[in-house]
């Protein structure tokens, strides 16, 4: 049975129209757009023109003082971030072989799993496949799914919420995470007995950035006991500040129990002997539906299932 061909090979689109239309977002203007691919304005103007006829729609607004994506030009231009990215992982995987690394992976984790899933299952990567490049990062759900859609992640350990595009996802739950009250140790509230929300109320507390969940339930918490939020209060969810301004104050902070635990052990912050009936919602491990994972990628996926065991209890399933 012979295939229907590609409307990509068709169109004989080229590499340079990809570029041209991230260059293009980036930089609002097809003459910086074309300096920057280190092309002529007229050639730069025809690739995007023969796109447009090819696809038979505009894909970007031309305005007095510049060029801005239509909905069509949103669509490709993510495509064309996607592919880019994937053309140059795979430059990256050929480079490592030849090199003689058995490849490379991305993975990204919220702070939680960052402490306590990820250490062992690098360690585990690491010890059976020593030579594989491992590049990770920590930041919020938001922000590395966004790098997981451009491809420049391939695994994650995060949350998914309402707003998030799921059709392309997979998500293996890991656990939900409680949190806790931290303050320096020596603090004077450590040896009080029977704690309760009352007590810390007008506290000064080091909270998450408003409007994120964290936030919000923290101060739902206080709501729901019938008293106003703590109003004393920096915004931050920067541990190294947060962990630093605990040591210089009597100021308290809300963290997720792992992280408040790790930091623990270290003696860097001491638990309050207090109660807090909130918490964040579950993570997992998330990954594309719709791209081949590298062989780099499955053998981290294969340490996160085995680490996540005896952290979470949970047992994934395995491919």
């Known amino acids: 049975m012979t295939l229907p061909m590609p409307w990509f090979i068709r169109a004989r689109l080229k590499t340079r129209q990809l570029l041209l239309l991230v260059a293009l977002a980036e930089e609002g203007n097809i003459h910086r757009a074309a300096k920057v691919l280190?092309?002529?304005?007229?050639?730069?103007?025809?690739?995007?023109k023969d796109l447009e006829d090819v696809l038979e729609v505009p894909l970007f607004e031309r305005l007095p003082r510049g060029m801005r994506p239509t909905w069509y030009g949103e669509t490709m231009i993510r495509h064309a971030r996607v592919a880019l990215a994937s053309l140059n992982q795979a430059h990256d995987e050929l480079t490592a072989l030849k090199a003689g690394r058995f490849g490379q992976v991305s993975v990204g984790a919220i702070t939680s799993p960052g402490l306590m899933l990820l250490p062992p299952a690098v360690a585990l990567v690491k010890k059976e496949q020593p030579k594989l490049r491992i590049a990770l990062e920590i930041e919020t759900s938001d922000v590395l799914l966004?790098?997981?859609?451009q491809g420049k992640l391939d695994i994650l350990v995060a949350r998914l919420f309402a707003q998030h595009d799921k059709s392309q996802l997979r998500y293996e739950r890991l656990t939900e995470e409680p949190v806790c009250a931290v303050a320096r140790p020596g603090h004077?509230?450590?040896?009080?007995?029977?704690?309760?929300?009352?007590?810390?109320?007008?506290a000064g507390w080091i909270v998450p950035?408003?409007?994120?969940?964290?936030r919000h339930r923290f101060e739902l918490m206080f709501q729901e006991d019938g008293m106003a939020p703590p109003?004393?209060?920096i915004e931050t969810a920067a541990l190294l500040f947060i962990t630093?301004?605990?040591q210089q104050s009597d100021m308290l902070a809300v963290l997720a129990?792992?992280?408040a635990r790790y930091y623990a052990a270290h003696g860097i912050v001491s638990v309050l002997p207090l109660a807090m009936p909130c918490h964040m919602d579950d993570f997992g491990i998330i990954t594309r539906t719709d791209r081949l994972a590298s062989p780099a990628a499955n053998v981290m996926m294969k340490a996160l299932r085995t680490s996540s065991l005896?952290?979470?209890?949970?047992r994934l399933e395995t491919e």
Do not use: F
């Open 188 to 202: 004077p509230m450590m040896g009080m007995a029977g704690l309760t929300l009352r007590d810390v109320v007008g």
């Open 244 to 246: 630093r301004m605990l």
């Open 231 to 233: 109003s004393n209060v």
């Open 146 to 149: 966004e790098r997981l859609a």
């Open 257 to 259: 129990a792992d992280a």
């Open 209 to 214: 950035p408003a409007g994120s969940v964290l």
């Open 310 to 314: 005896p952290i979470y209890g949970r």
């Open 38 to 48: 280190s092309m002529t304005q007229p050639a730069a103007s025809k690739l995007l």
